[in-house]
């Protein structure tokens, strides 16, 4: 039986939360809002974020970050990209240097450029695990079968955690390339924004197994382009994550970008979907990422124009038609 904590009341966090009291493990939550924290102490519900969950009684929730960390064997990070920092900043002293800290984010940090490990190596001396892949909250909450990877600088560590998640339900995979595993949780992000685009105009299946194939162009240009290798974006983190990502009800990246498509702003969008869309955050870091380094990313470029340019959708998805003729590689 281990401690474990999980930072912030989200849909995932929760479901992990779920997953791991039900192997026997002592689980907090530490939320922000006294709304989740009551309703998942006194109603053993998160109806904010999952309705219809039945939340184990080794489930507490606290408003008091150093209240819930106290004696934790792990940590996990179970907020936004934007967040990473100040909340890895905000757990110096109050865990001790051993506890291994896992993000189950996805993203790069938006001017520096960092990947969330290093976000979170620069400020906490403690081991840090990446847990990623294709997992919607809402099906790994109620046990539907789903596959993950775990990384690591110290593939111990990753080991440690596979160990920690797996269930009958939950199957974890390991892989040594954390820079893979990183950039392609992160990119697909921005494809499923496009994927929920071409959806919201009323384009088909054609356009959208376009998009996806090239999207992987571009996830696999700009992740060996970091260090990547490219077997990892054929894997759950790459081609697994960005099936999902562009094709279930769930994402909320494919239906913000479908609000998007059907010409609504994205304000408009975001509150649609009332929740972080991470693919948002992502399409700008990445743009600013691949003019630096000199990478081909066109389909980030027409969502930049979209987002932040105000450019109509089916213009933007025109000129990505009308560009010059090239030969299909990656």
């Known amino acids: 039986m ?15 939360a779920i997953l791991l009291a039900n192997k026997g493990n002592i689980v907090n939550i530490y939320a922000r809002e006294d709304s989740v924290v009551n309703d998942i102490n006194n109603n053993r519900r998160n109806d904010k974020y999952i309705k219809g969950l039945c939340i184990p009684e080794n489930v507490m929730a606290f408003t008091n970050l150093e209240e819930a960390v106290k004696d934790s064997d792990y940590v996990v990070l179970a907020v936004p990209s934007h967040v990473i920092r100040s909340l890895s900043a905000s757990l110096k002293g109050k865990i001790r240097n051993s506890v291994p800290v896992v993000s189950i984010a996805k993203g790069i940090e938006q ?13 906490l001396p403690n081991p840090v695990v990446i847990l990623s892949g294709p997992s ?23 080991k440690d955690i596979q160990d920690l998640f797996m269930t009958n339900s939950f199957r974890v995979y390991t892989n040594e ?56 974006f054929l894997g759950l983190t790459g081609m697994g994550d960005l099936i999902v990502t562009c094709t279930s009800k769930h994402s909320r990246n494919r239906r913000a970008g479908f609000s ?12 649609e979907v ?10 700008k870091a990445f743009y600013e990422l691949k003019e630096k380094l000199g990478v081909e990313m066109p389909i980030t470029d027409v969502l930049y124009k979209i987002l932040f340019q105000g450019e109509d959708p089916k213009k ?15």
């Open 274 to 283: 009332g929740m972080i869309v991470e693919g948002i955050k992502a399409c």
């Open 177 to 232: 390339d954390l820079i893979g595993v990183e950039i392609g949780g992160a990119v697909k992000n921005i494809i499923a924004l496009g994927a929920g685009v071409c959806d919201g105009i009323g384009y088909g299946d054609n356009s959208k197994a376009a998009l996806m194939t090239r999207g992987m162009a571009e996830i696999v240009r700009i992740g060996m382009k970091l260090g990547g290798k490219p077997e990892t």
């Open 136 to 158: 919607h909250a809402e099906e790994v909450a109620f046990g539907i079968p789903t596959t993950v990877v775990t990384s690591s600088r110290d593939m111990m560590y990753a």
């Open 316 to 330: 933007a998805v025109a000129h990505l038609m009308e560009r010059g003729k090239k030969n299909e590689i990656y």
């Open 111 to 123: 001017d520096t450029n960092l990947r969330l490990s290093q976000v979170i190596e620069e400020e």
């Open 260 to 271: 998007l498509g059907s010409r609504k702003t994205v304000e408009e969008s975001i509150n």
């Open 2 to 16: 281990k401690k474990v904590t999980f930072l912030g009341g989200g849909s995932f966090g929760t479901a992990l």
